[in-house]
């Protein structure tokens, strides 16, 4: 019973799926059984990054990336594009590139908006990964991080 609950429930927000509903009525996340047809509007940004968050929650990075970019391409000035691509290559991150493209994004988001906190934490979380890449720079890196979490 517990499982159909879940199942029921926005995997981002928690807020409960209507029958049938194609995207969250909390956080507009799409339910995890919508796909976002992108063929009838294809320079639509916000559906781009929607179904790439999607894709994130269910597990596809490289899926979740390649949407995330087309978002960015279409609107570039979208803090939370930004914000979700970095913590996206922060969840894939496998080499010392992806840290620093994540890094990237979070700087990006820091000169959209100062004062976000996520773009701080994930600037932080990024530098770390960065130095576990790093070795020989660990301790400048380290000390970088605790910068963005004062």
């Known amino acids: 019973m517990l499982f159909l609950l879940l199942l029921l429930d926005c ?3 928690g807020e409960p799926l209507r029958d049938g ?6 956080c507009g996340a799409p339910s995890p059984d919508a796909e ?10 916000r559906a781009w990054f929607l179904r790439g ?12 990336k390649g949407d995330l970019n087309r978002a960015i391409e279409i609107d570039p000035f979208q803090a939370e594009f930004l914000l979700t691509r970095g913590r996206v290559r922060l969840l894939d991150c496998a080499a010392e590139s992806d840290a620093r493209a994540a890094i990237e994004d979070f700087a990006q988001v820091l000169r959209l908006d100062p004062k976000s906190v996520g773009a701080r934490s994930g600037r932080a979380d990024a530098l770390v990964r960065l130095a576990e890449f790093r070795f020989e ?7 970088a991080a605790l910068l963005y979490i004062e």
């Open 53 to 64: 968050r999607a894709r994130a929650v269910k597990g596809d990075p490289a899926g979740a």
């Open 11 to 13: 995997v981002l927000c």
């Open 21 to 26: 509903a194609r995207f969250c009525t909390g």
């Open 137 to 143: 720079e660990r301790g400048p890196l380290l000390r």
């Open 36 to 45: 976002v047809d992108l063929d009838k509007e294809p320079a639509d940004a």
